[in-house]
């Protein structure tokens, strides 16, 4: 029985090791890749393979099929992704004035008073235009230049 124990606690410490082990090892080999498998993609980022395929689909990452079960990513595309995400999320930043407030914007209500329309066809015309609205409190906000510029 105190054998047994002893193998098994062992088997466990060898496993635990290796578990331990191979990530911090197979990320370092990822780094230095130039192309990299959906698989170590998803592994280097800590996502999802399905989420890299959904990126691949939308073109937001390049890759190249070899076959059926070979894409291969570049590692500067995957740098790419970030620096161009990053950017453009300074860029939202940086306009306040593209932000929707009651400054610079209708309430849904104010919208159906003032062109005398009736609030199915407004929102038909929120989504057919794809105008961005923001709720706040009871209130749904669109901006006044978008609108503006449907209704003249």
Known sequence: ??????????SNSETQSKVNEKPKEKIE????????????ASQLLNISSKTIYRLIERN????YNFS???????RKDIDSYFDNNLKEIQKNLESPEN?????NSYTIQEVQE???ISSAGLYN??????IPKK??????????????????
């Not at 029985?1 to 062992?10: A, D, G, H, Q, S």
């Not at 932000?99 to 400054?103: D, F, K, P």
Request: aromatic share 8%.
């Open 114 to 116: 003032k062109y005398n």
């Open 125 to 130: 015309l929120i989504i057919r235009f794809k």
């Open 60 to 63: 937001e990452i390049n890759s």
């Open 1 to 10: 029985m105190l054998v047994r124990n002893l193998k098994i606690e062992k």
């Open 29 to 40: 080999e990822i780094k230095n890749k130039d192309f990299l498998t959906v698989k170590d």
């Open 99 to 103: 932000e929707i407030n009651l400054n």
């Open 135 to 152: 709720k706040q409190g009871k209130f749904t906000l669109v901006k006044k230049e978008d609108i503006d510029a449907i209704f003249k």
């Open 68 to 74: 059926a079960r070979k894409t291969l990513i570049r």
